[in-house]
């Protein structure tokens, strides 16, 4: 503090932080995060947050297994405040001997180099250990963030940090924060096509119309998208548009999502044929079924056209499911199993649909038996579609380390599941 240089020894990144630090004139004895925000600001904060709409990803991605390890998640605003905490109960109280709790400051600015505070400041996930902070306070911790972006505009809309020991900073512990952003953001996406969202101010091709069809884990499905460009209120149109939203019949859901699977249309019998066991009797109900849902449509999403001739979508329709498939092709698989929300229109008896749901679970399933990591199979195996399949448990158990705190629960499942099937 005394010559304002840093002496040789310490990480590039951490050296530069700290220059900033003392050229922000903050003292490494008493820089702290006191708590800056009321209740009722805290709440404002919170309240429109985008994150908010994310917290129960986070909380199945992160915050379950953090708590397992001794370790705490944060979610901080793009400013650097802590809006949320959550983890271990005796890490979250010998944190907040350094001030880490929610309302607090914990910017670059206010406290010097710490992991959140020093992400945003880079716009990059880094990892800090314990002495590397500049407030003292904070050197019996570690820490891991990572910035998160609005998937449409690039914002940078806040940062999660995982805090603790150092299991905080173990080599895997960064790509698994990483990871976990990569789903938020997938998710943040899917859901801005169901959100009013004022215009972007980058080019137009980052906010294109699109039409989304959510069949996921629903009975009914949905379909979700923009107004066409150049309608009053839609993309492009000097003031912002209003999200389209419509809930469909099942019957209608099972229409759409086949004429979506298959670009390249179907006859009247074959898409009856895939509707019912009775496709010589069901024609004349499909073509009833197409006038009805042409009308909502019209109403609804009237830049999506169903041709004739054969059966088609004259407009680009993009599926949850197909999404799945295509994050599980990528090799991105926590992205898909954060994006998989429960088999295909479970409800449906339609034969068509039937198979599409069959693919999709097969699919899921085996690509995360073959590839996936021992903490993205664990997260599957806590679904409710294979929390009884004992060879997802089995080859849990077979990739976790001999020492896992982790493998006495998928033991117990085990017994579980050979408890009730015998399997």
Known sequence: MGSGAVQAGVRRLVRESW????????????AQAAPT???????????SNPLAAVLPVINTLLVRHAAEFGLIVAVADESGRLLW??????????AEEMHFVVGADWSEARVGTSAPGTALALD???QIQRAEHFSQLAHPFSCTAVPIHDPVTGAVLGVIDITGGDAAVAPQTLPLVEAAVAALEAELRIQSLSAPRAPSARPSGFTAPGILLSVLGTEHGALQGAPPAGTPGGFGAPIPGTRQSVDLSPRHAEILLLLAWHRQGLSAERLAGLLSDEPAHAVEN???????????LTLSHPQLRIGSRPYRLETSVDTDAGRVLRLLGRGAHRMALAAYRGCVLPGSTAPGVVEIRAEVSARLRQTLLSDASVEVLLDFARTEEATWDSEVWRACLELLPARSPQRAAVVASLARIEAELGA
Do not use: C, F, N, W
Not at 19 to 30: A, E, F, G, V
Not at 38 to 46: F, I, K
């Open 19 to 30: 220059q900033r630090s003392i050229t922000l004139r903050l003292d490494p004895l008493t």
């Open 85 to 94: 905490i959550d983890g271990d109960s005796s890490v979250r109280t010998r």
């Open 37 to 47: 925000l009321s209740a009722d600001e805290l709440d404002g904060l919170r309240a």
């Open 124 to 126: 990059h996930g880094i």
């Open 286 to 296: 499909l073509r009833a079924e197409l006038v009805r849902l042409r009308r909502v």
